[in-house]
């Protein structure tokens, strides 16, 4: 079973680290369904040191999700160690992620996230200033490389061994790639094999037979499931099913699609307020919509929704149209 440091995981199924999505109302939601650890999105060290208002509200941690993994970026020593320490000593978080994956230039220009890849030395001593202020296990998030000409992962993953962490999330594409292409497996059982502390495969898991299939060719500890579990925690749950039974647990009727999507948005609410949520469920309810017959003139509905009992009145509506449809 998935252990890092001292703390245990029930499976090996993680909900990814996804910016943007995984604040506590999606993480519980997707906690209810059986993932063994979920990762909060990330968050800037620079916004934990100024005690910026949003930055801390995106390190409030329900108990219920718990193990979680709160995730910081960074590219300088000091104000990531500052950080770190803050989460340390403030957050109930389990474990501290260190993000060395994120692609996007607003983050790899300021010499965080992606662009580490770059210099194994640095990461070596980055993670080991982490490690040496904190008290909980230290973890890193990471691609297989910049770019095709530089692919340091197994490097890269020995440095942060080094260094005192203690377990890998590796996604297997480059920066450069960013979300385009297929995932390199190959490179993750490399990296598997390199390094004595637990790896997690990340990168085109779509069903519960890509996370087995993965478990199998890799050899890694967990896997770790981003994209494929937006607006269908089920996969989450389907997955942790398979790898336990090798059970294929059916499809959520649109009902079930939809009240859980009313769950994840009074989460919401009780979260951010109802102006903000509705405005940032738009997203959510069209990715729970995803595959249901009729659901095209829902979604344009939902983008002019402001208020909850708009966006409810037309999830249920569509609910209840599906309903007549089977029964007829």
């Known amino acids: 079973m998935l252990k890092i440091g001292n703390i245990k995981m029930k499976n090996q199924v993680v909900l990814a680290p996804m910016a943007g999505v995984c604040n506590s109302a999606f993480r519980l939601t997707v906690k209810e369904f059986g993932a063994g650890l979920v990762c909060a999105e990330m968050v800037s060290d620079k916004g934990i040191i ?49 993000n060395m994956g994120c692609p996007v230039p607003k983050i790899t220009k300021c010499d965080a996230g992606a662009k580490w890849l770059l210099d194994p030395n640095k990461i070596y001593e980055m993670v080991s200033a982490v490690v040496d202020a904190v008290e909980k296990p230290v973890t890193v998030k990471m691609r297989m490389g910049w770019d095709d000409q530089h692919i340091y992962a197994v490097r890269n993953a020995q440095a942060v061994e080094r260094a005192g962490g203690k377990a890998i999330s ?6 450069v790639q960013m979300y385009e292409g297929e995932a390199n497996w190959d490179i993750i059982k490399e990296v598997k094999q390199s390094v004595n502390i637990p790896i997690i495969g990340n990168g085109d898991v779509q069903t519960p037979q890509d996370a087995k299939r993965m478990l199998d060719e890799t050899g890694v500890d967990g896997v ?53 949520a509705v405005r940032e469920m738009r997203k959510h309810a069209a ?42």
């Open 50 to 98: 100024l005690k910026n208002d949003k930055t801390m509200n995106m390190l409030y941690i329900d108990e219920r999700e718990k193990p979680l993994s709160l995730q910081i970026f960074g590219g300088e020593k000091e104000s990531l160690v500052e950080a770190a320490r803050f989460v340390d000593k403030n957050s109930n978080a389990d474990i501290i992620d260190i």
């Open 170 to 175: 590796l996604h297997g594409r480059t920066r």
């Open 224 to 276: 770790m499931i981003g994209r494929a579990a937006l607006g269908n925690p089920w996969m989450i749950y389907q997955t942790v099913k398979y790898l336990e039974t090798g059970e294929l647990i059916g499809e959520p009727s649109v009902k079930e699609k939809m009240d859980v999507c009313i769950l994840h948005l009074d989460r919401l609410i009780a979260l951010k307020s109802e102006y903000v």
């Open 287 to 328: 990715w729970y919509l995803k595959g249901v017959r009729g659901n095209a003139k829902v979604r344009n509905g939902i983008n002019e929704c402001v208020t909850r009992d708009q966006l409810v009145d037309l999830l249920l509506s569509l609910a209840e149209e599906q309903e007549v449809v089977n029964v007829g």
